[in-house]
C-alpha cells in the first residue's frame, strides 16, 4: 500500500496531465476585441480610376469591385504610387488625376485574376529608385501553356504538378524622374505552386527602410512568407502539413534576398536571377541543405511585413487558418511554428487523424515559458471571432497623437481597425508563448458638411463610395514616407488615410 498509493497517485496525475494536453480548443480568445475610447478620424485621399471592365467577368475575382487597390508607396522624392491588382500601377500627383506609371498586366499576357490575391499583387521601389530606376513587382499566372520555367517546384513535384507560377520581377526605369515608365525587366525568381487556386502566393516585397547605405541590409529585398497554398489552397496537393517546417524549401519562409544577379554582383546565386546574402544566417551555416534565401520560416500566409520606423523592429501580419490572426516580432533563423502551432496552440492537422480546423492546448509548461520548445510565438493576436485575415500593421509615430506609440493593424475581411500598444508587443517578445499584447478597436469617424464627427464603419465607407453593399471590406494599410496610415479597399478603389482630428 506504502508503495502502491504513490504510484496510482503518480498515475492520476499523469492522465490528467495528458488530458491536459490533448484538450481541444472551440473558442481560444473569449474575450471579444472592444472600443476603449480610440477614436480617428479618416477622410477620402484620391480614388483610382474605375476598371470593372478591365478583365472578362468569369475571369475577376469581383467584377464589381471599383479598383482593387492593395499597395500604396511613397518615394522620398514626394511622388506617391498605387496599385490595381487588375493590372495598372498609378503616379498619384496631388494636384492631379492619377495616372498610369506603368501597365503591369500588359507585361504579363499569363496573369491570373481571379483570386483575392492574385493578378499585380505587390510592388516596392528599391530604396536608390531616384540613381538606379529599379523597383520590383510580384505577380501571379497560370501554368497551363506558359512558357516561363519555375526556379522552384516543391519538393516531391514536378513541372506536371503546377498549376500556378507566382512570380518576382525586377523593373528598371531608363529615367527615374519620369512620369510614365520606359525600361527594361528581369526575371528575379519563378516560383510554382501545386495545389489548385493560387492560394497565397509570395504578395509582399519590401526593403527595411530604417536600413541606410552601408548598413549590411541595405538593398535586400524581403518577401512576404506563405505556405504556398499548402494549408487549403485545394485540390489534391493542398491539406499538407509535410511541405513545412522545412528548410530546404521557400514554403512558408520570408526570404531576403540580394535582387542583383549574381552576374553583377559575383555573389552566390540563389533559386532564382539574384544573389543570396552572404550575412544570411542559413547562407553562412556550413549546411548545404538549408536555403541561403531563408530569412525565418514557419509562416502560414505572413502577406505584411513592417518596420518600427524608430528602432527597426521588424513586423510580420500573419494570416490565420480557421481561429487565430497574428502579428509576430521577425528575428533571423526562427521558426513561427506553421503548421504545427496557429497563435499559441498546437494545430490539429500535425495530430493522427488531425485537422487543419482543430486547435489544441499546449503542455502548460510550454505555454508559461518554462519549457522552450523550438518555436517563435505572436506578440499580438485576436481570433475568429473577431475577424478572418489580418491586414498589415505598422508601429505608429505619426501626427495622430491617439495612436502614438500604438502598433494599427484590422481585419481584412471585416474592415474592422484594431490598436495595441507597441511597448507591450515588444515585451510580449519574451519567449513566452501566452503573453501577448491586449488588442482594442479603433472607432473611426468623418466630418459632415458641418465639421460634427460622424462616426462609421470601414464597410460602411465602402457601401457609400460603391452605393452597393460589400459582403466584405478587402481592407489593406499601406504607410506614407512621413509614417502616416493609408487605408485601402479592394471593392472601392478609394485611398483613404488617418489624420489629426479636424486635421
Ligand atoms: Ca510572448
Known amino acids: 500500500m506504502l508503495i502502491r498509493t504513490p504510484l496510482v497517485i503518480i498515475l492520476l496525475l499523469a492522465l490528467s496531465a495528458a488530458r491536459a494536453v490533448n484538450a481541444q480548443i472551440t473558442d481560444p480568445l473569449p474575450a471579444p476585441v472592444e472600443k476603449r475610447g480610440l477614436m480617428v478620424e479618416i477622410r477620402d485621399v484620391v480614388r483610382l480610376p474605375r476598371t470593372s471592365e478591365l478583365r472578362p467577368a468569369d475571369q475577376d475575382v469581383n467584377p464589381a469591385s471599383w479598383a482593387r487597390v492593395s499597395f500604396v508607396r511613397d518615394l522620398p522624392d514626394g511622388r506617391r504610387f498605387a496599385n490595381d491588382s487588375r493590372g495598372f500601377l498609378y503616379l498619384l500627383n496631388s494636384d492631379a488625376e492619377p495616372s498610369v506609371y506603368a501597365d503591369v498586366g500588359a507585361a504579363f499576357p499569363h496573369a491570373v485574376y481571379h483570386r483575392n490575391e492574385s493578378g499585380f499583387i505587390g510592388f516596392e521601389f528599391h530604396p536608390a529608385f531616384a540613381q538606379n530606376g529599379l523597383f520590383y513587382v510580384v505577380h501571379c499566372e497560370r501554368a497551363p501553356g506558359n512558357p516561363g520555367t519555375p526556379d522552384f517546384i516543391p519538393p516531391g513535384y514536378t513541372e506536371a504538378d503546377v498549376m500556378h507560377h507566382n512570380v518576382i520581377t525586377e523593373w528598371r526605369a531608363n529615367d527615374p524622374t519620369a512620369s510614365t515608365f520606359d525600361g527594361t525587366r528581369r526575371e528575379l525568381l519563378r516560383v510554382a505552386q501545386v495545389v489548385t487556386n493560387p492560394a497565397h502566393p509570395f504578395g509582399y516585397l519590401g526593403f527595411n527602410p530604417t536600413s541606410e547605405p552601408g548598413d549590411p541590409d541595405y538593398g535586400l529585398l524581403y518577401t512576404s512568407g506563405s505556405d504556398l497554398g499548402f494549408s487549403n489552397g485545394r485540390g489534391p496537393n493542398a491539406n499538407n502539413p509535410g511541405q513545412t517546417q522545412r528548410l530546404d524549401s521557400v514554403v512558408t519562409a520570408i526570404l531576403r534576398i540580394d535582387p542583383r544577379s549574381p552576374s553583377e554582383s559575383n555573389g552566390t546565386k540563389g533559386l532564382g536571377d539574384y544573389t543570396i546574402p552572404a550575412i544570411n544566417q542559413f547562407a553562412a551555416d ?3 541543405d538549408t536555403l541561403g534565401e531563408i530569412y525565418a520560416y514557419g509562416f502560414r500566409n505572413a502577406h505584411r511585413l513592417s518596420w518600427d520606423l524608430t528602432d527597426g523592429t521588424m513586423f510580420a501580419a500573419d494570416v490565420g487558418m480557421n481561429h487565430i490572426e497574428e502579428i509576430n516580432i521577425v528575428h533571423e533563423g526562427r521558426n513561427y511554428g506553421w503548421m504545427a502551432r496557429e497563435g499559441y496552440w498546437e494545430n490539429g492537422v500535425i495530430r493522427p487523424g488531425g485537422a487543419l480546423n482543430q486547435l489544441f492546448e499546449l503542455p502548460a509548461d510550454v505555454l508559461d515559458g518554462r519549457t522552450a520548445d523550438e518555436f517563435t510565438y505572436p506578440v499580438a493576436i485576436y481570433d475568429h471571432s473577431e475577424g478572418q485575415a489580418i491586414t498589415a500593421g505598422f508601429a505608429y509615430h505619426g501626427r495622430i497623437e491617439a495612436l502614438r506609440g500604438k502598433f494599427v493593424f484590422g481585419d481584412l475581411v471585416r474592415g474592422r481597425l484594431f490598436a495595441a500598444d507597441l511597448a507591450a508587443m515588444k515585451a510580449a517578445d519574451d519567449g513566452i508563448p501566452r503573453t501577448v499584447a491586449p488588442v482594442e478597436e479603433i472607432q473611426l469617424y468623418v466630418r459632415n ?40 479597399s479592394r471593392r472601392d478603389g478609394m485611398i483613404r ?4 482630428d479636424g486635421g
Open 449 to 488: 458638411a458641418n465639421g460634427s464627427r460622424v462616426y462609421v464603419s470601414f464597410r460602411e465607407l465602402i457601401e457609400r463610395a460603391n452605393g452597393a453593399t460589400a459582403p466584405r471590406a478587402d481592407m489593406h494599410l499601406s504607410r506614407s514616407l512621413d509614417g502616416e496610415i493609408f487605408v485601402t
Open 497 to 500: 488615410m488617418l489624420v489629426p
Open 286 to 288: 556550413g549546411d548545404p
